[in-house]
Every structure is written in structure tokens, then in C-alpha cells.
């Protein structure tokens, strides 16, 4: 009887041992993985930051765009609204 208690006794502290392992690995793996969520989350912040400054860049560049006037624009707006006319340029007015 002494034998197969000492064998029960040594069984348990066996898989007392392997149980201690088990936990030891699992926690490991959970830190990992917590690790690895945070510097996900940190990324997905620093890219919607990204992501916000460049909508408000494209905000900017379409006001910039719409109020970009040219050279052809400012010569109608002079030739409508101004009567203004060219250097050498004769202009024929109806009676």
C-alpha cells in the first residue's frame, strides 16, 4: 500500500507541476496578446489622426481650388465689367 500512495503522491505533484506550466504559458499568451491589441489600437489611432489631417489638407486644397482665378478669368471680368480693352486694340460700338 506505502508504494501506490508514494506513486499517487508523485502523480500529483506531477500534474501540480504540469498544471503550474499550463498557467505560466497562458498568462504569457494573454500578455503577449494584450501587448499586441494596445499597438494595434495605438496604430489605428495615429491612422484616423492621419486620416483627419489629410480630409482637412483636401478641405483646404478644394477652397484653394475654387478660388484660383486665372489670367483669362481677370481679362473677361476686365473686358465685361470694366470696358477695359487691350494696348493697340480698336473696339467698334454699335450707334
Known amino acids: 500500500m506505502n508504494g501506490k500512495r508514494k506513486i499517487k503522491r508523485i502523480l500529483m505533484v506531477l500534474a501540480f507541476v504540469v498544471l503550474i506550466a499550463m498557467i505560466g504559458y497562458s498568462y504569457k499568451a494573454y500578455v503577449n496578446k494584450t501587448a499586441e491589441y494596445e499597438n494595434k489600437v495605438s496604430r489605428i489611432e495615429d491612422l ?3 486620416i483627419a489631417a489629410e480630409d482637412e489638407k483636401t478641405k ?3 477652397k484653394q481650388d475654387n478660388s484660383v482665378i486665372t489670367n483669362e478669368d ?3 471680368i476686365a473686358r465685361q465689367e470694366l470696358g477695359l480693352i487691350k494696348k493697340d486694340e480698336i473696339v467698334i ?3
Do not use: D, G, W, Y
Request: no cysteine; charged share 35%.
Open 60 to 62: 483646404q486644397l478644394k
Open 93 to 95: 460700338r454699335p450707334n
Open 48 to 50: 484616423q489622426k492621419q
Open 74 to 76: 481677370i481679362e473677361a
